[in-house]
Structure formats: C-alpha cells, structure tokens
C-alpha cells in the first residue's frame, strides 16, 4: 500500500510540473501585437499626434535612405533634415506651423524608442507632444488620478477660506478664498473631499461638511482629497489667426467652430470652463477670459465641468460672491 500510494504521489507531482512547464510556455507566446502596442501612445492633442506620426514616418524614410546608401558604399553625403517642412500638415490642420518650432521642442527633451516627438511626463505615463512640448499651462492643468493628503490650518480670523457642498453622496469644494489656507495648499473648485481629520464624508451634507471644517482645531486640518472628478482637461492649438474655435456666454461653451482645434480635440458644449491652462476663471466675465486666452500661448489647455454639474455646484453663491472671492491666482505647476 505504501509503495502504491507512493507512485500516486511521484506521478501527482511530475503531471503538476508538466503543466507548469506548459502554462510557461503559453505564456511566453502572448505576445502584444506592434498594433496594439502603438495604441499606448498619449498625446495631448490630434495636432500633436498628427505631427508625430508625420515625423516618425521621416524619420523612418531618412533612416532607410541612409541604409541604402551604406549597402551600395557610396561616399558619405551630408545628413538629410531630420523633419523636413511641414507646411503640407499646418495646411491641413489650419496650425501655425514651422519646422523651426517642432525642432525647438524636440530639443527639450531627447526622443526615446520610436517616438520622433518631445516626451512629457505625466501622472498618466508619458505624452509624445511634439507640437505642446514642456508647457506650463497643460502641467498647471493636469488632473491627477490618486489620493492626496493636505494639512490646512485657520488664520487669525478663524478661517480656512474653505466652503464645502454635497452632491450625490459626495463632498466636494465649492469655494477656495484668494490668498487663504486653503489656496495655499492647492485646493481647487470641484475637488473631493473624501476625509476631514480621520472621519469619512460620504453622506455628509453640506452643512455638516462645513460644520466639521468650523469645529475643527485651527493649527491642523488633515483632509484627503481626490482631484475633481467632475471635471477633465482639452488641449488645443491656436490656428494662424490666434483662435482655437469656441464661442462662450457667461463662462459656458455654447459654439464651436467647424474644422476648428477646439471641434477636431473633442471640446463639448453646455460645459462651463473652470480653468485655462489651470488658472481659475469662474466668476470672470468673457471679456477677462478672453484677455487670458489671447496671451496665452499657442498650446492652451482648458479644463470644463458639465453645466448640470456646475450650476448645482455654484448654486446659493452668488456671482459677486464667486467674483470677489474665488482663487483666480496662477497655481504652482
């Protein structure tokens, strides 16, 4: 009996490591299709996207002219320009658009793999922006996935420039104060507030919520926050007139330009822009916003909120109030 059961053991052991060793092998034959790996790719924009692969298929051509060259030894000629104009995509895509300006991007940071265009860091990954590069407004603007911890405190009035508002079962910022704890932390319109020292907001209402923040002790607030889930970023591209193609009433997106940056990148409607190239503009009137988007650069990265969303968000403030009061200073990229 015992050696029977011994040779049932021997034989359990040695099937368990043949199919180990076959589950390995499947394994090592999943492999991801060029395909769907070029999938992967981030890009802030179409223009961006447009213009990377336009570069990377130069660059592949020049690469395989050069091969040529080397198979049938022919004397070294100077190197071709390695993105050579491209006047044809700025036609196409309405763009102000010169090899001079893609090659100064470029040159921020070095090409990497396969991508022609300047990489971006991002809590996303990594974005080929060959035609937005390092800018400032689209880093300003970005919307973090994840949690975040902040410490505020009150100052000598007591405040914390903080007012909170309840919304589906959430607890979300409806007004950060200029110059206040609160904008020193980084809090802005629309964030989440998931904890105020330890406790958990869901289900809170507003007045609870803003209760909790008056009790509090004033040398230390603990609050986690999630970054405005109501809310998402649009980059676009300024055509050679300066306009990226959207029309607004009262801070709300109402038209947009056909064949414009604004219509090809996806920008909507019956939205209120928060933010342009993360700076707050709610309360402003269009002509302030305006202003802002005809100095900002080519790049301009706007964040929206839909308007269901917005006006029960804003609602019992009023407009002076959110004019006078809202954080409009420029946040730390």
Known sequence: MNWEGGRNVTFALCLLQSICLILAFACLLQVVPVEEAAMST????????????TLQAQANAAARALAGVAEKSEPATAPPVLYPNLTELGDYMGLSLSSEEVQKDLALVPASGNQAGALVPSSQGVLVAPLTGNNLGLRRAEIRPGLRELHLCKDERGKT??????????????????NSPASLVGLRFGDQVLQINGK???GWSTDKANRALKKAAPEKIVVIVRDRPFQRTVTMHKDSTGHVGFVIKKGKIVSLTKGSSAARNGLLINHYICE???QNVIGLKDKQILDILVT?????????IPTVIYEHMVKRLSPGQIKSSMDHSLPDA
């Open 42 to 53: 981030l890009y802030p924009s179409l223009e961006d996207m447009k213009v990377d692969q």
């Open 161 to 178: 420039g903080l007012q909170l508002k309840s919304i589906d079962q959430g607890v979300f910022v409806q007004l950060v104060k200029a």
């Open 200 to 202: 958990d907001c869901a």
């Open 276 to 278: 342009l190239n993360g």
């Open 296 to 304: 900002a650069g080519n790049a301009v990265t706007i964040t929206i």
